[in-house]
T-cell receptor, first 117, second 114 residues
Framework: EAGVVQSPRYKIIEKKQPVAFWCNPISGHNTLYWYLQNLGQGPELLIRYENEEAVDDSQLPKDRFSAERLKGVDSTLKIQPAELGDSAVYLC???????????????FGPGTRLTVL | AQSVSQHNHHVILSEAASLELGCNYSYGGTVNLFWYVQYPGQHLQLLLKYFSGDPLVKGIKGFEAEFIKSKFSFNLRKPSVQWSDTAEYFCAVTRNSGNTPLVFGKGTRLSVIA
């Protein structure tokens, strides 16, 4: 079974440029998460989707960040414009429908390492 | 808000030494507890998890963790570490309801030297 796929793995851009990250969750996983991991820190949630609905985006900086999951499968996270402080690893994770069990394990992708110059 | 504290930023051990990594969380309700591991150049992987029942949880690769509710702790242990255990270890907690997001600690970097 394929895991969570993310692309690109690495991205280097200049500040004020736009950037987008793509995530393909594990087949059948309807819950999708985007996490931000700064150097020396643990991951922090940016947004959580149940199918195509963003059910928790309270930590997403909406002035420059946006996300979409149009068909309830793949998701894209965008930053426009990027700032120096956005340099970090962006992680995508997915899990099964929470209605199937009290809690379902989250499976993480390899992440996209963003460097803003 | 929930928070997770990992007291050790970087631990250096010799092979065969015993390991204990501390983790404390702040949340008064029922929680699910996890330890994730990130080997160099790899993605986060689940090491073990606690939902309910026996507070001593056994995970992969000889790791175990003990949930002590009165101390809000979930420390990770391994009796004898190997060089291949060199990695970053993250403790995480989530509320016991639905697919709530994981709240991670800052991580502990473990370096095992031969």
């Amino acid at each position: 079974e394929a895991g969570v796929v993310q692309s690109p793995r690495y991205k280097i851009i200049e500040k004020k440029q736009p950037v987008a990250f793509w995530c393909n969750p594990i087949s059948g996983h309807n819950t999708l998460y985007w996490y931000l991991q700064n150097l020396g820190q643990g991951p922090e949630l940016l947004i959580r989707y149940e199918n195509e609905e963003a059910v928790d985006d309270s930590q997403l900086p909406k002035d420059r960040f946006s996300a979409e999951r149009l068909k309830g499968v793949d998701s894209t996270l965008k930053i426009q414009p990027a700032e120096l402080g956005d340099s970090a690893v962006y992680l995508c994770a997915s899990s099964l429908d929470h209605r199937l069990a009290p809690y379902n394990e989250q499976f993480f992708g390899p992440g996209t390492r963003l460097t803003v110059l | 808000a929930q928070s997770v504290s990992q007291h050790n930023h970087h631990v250096i051990l010799s092979e065969a030494a015993s390991l204990e990594l501390g983790c404390n969380y702040s949340y008064g309700g029922t929680v699910n507890l996890f330890w994730y591991v990130q080997y160099p150049g790899q993605h986060l992987q689940l090491l073990l998890k606690y939902f309910s029942g026996d507070p001593l949880v056994k995970g992969i690769k000889g790791f175990e963790a003990e949930f002590i509710k009165s101390k809000f702790s979930f420390n990770l242990r391994k009796p004898s570490v190997q060089w291949s255990d060199t990695a970053e270890y993250f403790c995480a907690v989530t509320r016991n309801s639905g697919n709530t997001p994981l709240v991670f600690g800052k991580g502990t970097r473990l370096s095992v030297i031969a």
